[in-house]
């Protein structure tokens, strides 16, 4: 790990040991004022800074080891048959085609052969794959959406591995399958994943990839180390005859990372390569944004049941790894929100001391966030707009969470609600009324309304 990154990283876990002991002062002060109410609310609090604490211990423990656990492609010995499949629906044609001439380019000595799972039917890339030597494969319907194209391809198949790029991903580095063929030598392997790469867009565009791609830059190279990497789609490769042996992609919303856990299951592994080999088209808007989000929060509270059933089968620590995965998005959603309904009780009782809490709280979750995405990206306003987008997600992400519990079924492609922006609008209204009562609290209240109101700012901004 670079130098300015560790101080970076050191300059996150002093904030942090600052604002966890202030708040633990709180509860000495409200004690020594026998102030019983007020210490409700800073024991709440404290509890509430040791659980955001555990999370930026996770982070800077994920952040120190990801460059250390970075998988190096390995060449194959032998050149086992490959299927590279591009499911699509209703893209343009135009797209689908450029990305079919990268895939064309791909350096591979052995067996490759290309097909597109048209569930468009579109007749312009029919002909162009009737040109183009590409297999063309289309259905009566669409059950199962990309997974289920993939699946019924499957029923025909006769290459050993799959390797699987979204409509819109161009190739542009020639090595992939060169670079990771290598690692299926060991039979225990039933996946590669590569990172998802972005092409350069707006300033929005840019946040909205830091966002998702720390994902990829984080969890997933320290994940590859215990073969619990996760499958994401597409950039990647899997051993055929693992995918059918779970029944091919399942029935879910998110097919792929439900596929990884049930090869998990098989004590079959999957890494992940931190190298870009193909970039696809960054978000347009704030609604594409969100619809991704809500659908992967849907799809991972489906399988928390499933793990919960499945928990002791596995380590101590690839429990603690598994966790992060099914509930980071879940803790850092409630916690959030926690965070917010005790700083509004704090200002409407007027703890003084709490609000200086809350203050340092503030610090230390902006300080991390950002400066943690910025090892990676090297821009502080595209990681502070990520902060911010990542926050705008607040409801949505507890709302289809929510509908996933209580088994209210969601569409694969969801749509923003109403509900959403109601709550976002009246949230950042609450805390309006406390502006002008003293420095402290004016700072509180218009953070928390800016907060709040950056999800219709978003999607006035980009929709």
Known sequence: MRFDNILLLSFIAIITIIAVGFSGWWIVYSIMQQS???????IVFFLLMIGTSFFTVIGGIYSWEC????????????????????PTYKVNPEIVKETLESIKKIEYPGEMNIYLLDDGKNKVLKEFCKKNGIGYFTRNNREGFKGGAINEFLKTAKEEYLAIFDADEKVTNFNFLMDTMGHFENEKVAFIQTDKGFRKGDLFQD????????????????????????????????RIKDLKAIGGFPRALIEDVSSSFRLRLREKIGLHMQISYAKGKPYERFSEFTKSHSR???????LIPIYMRRFPLFGVFENILMGTVMYGLHYLSVVQLLFALVILSILVQGYQVGMVAALLYFIQHITFLVLLSYIFSKSLTRSFLAYLLNFSLLFPRLYSGLKSALKIKMHYYPRITRTERVLSVVSALVYLPFIQQGPVSTIIGLWMSFLFISYMLFKFWKN
């Open 67 to 86: 460059g250390r656990n970075q998988l190096k492609p390995k060449p194959p010995t032998k050149f086992s048959p490959v299927a590279v499949v591009v």
């Open 296 to 302: 992967y929060m849907y799809g991972i509270t489906e």
């Open 36 to 42: 019983w109410f007020e210490l409700v609310h800073a």
């Open 207 to 238: 946040a909205a990839t830091i966002t998702d791609t720390g994902f990829f830059n984080l969890v997933q190279p320290v994940n590859t180390r215990y073969g619990i990497s996760l499958f994401s789609g597409s950039c990647g490769i899997l």
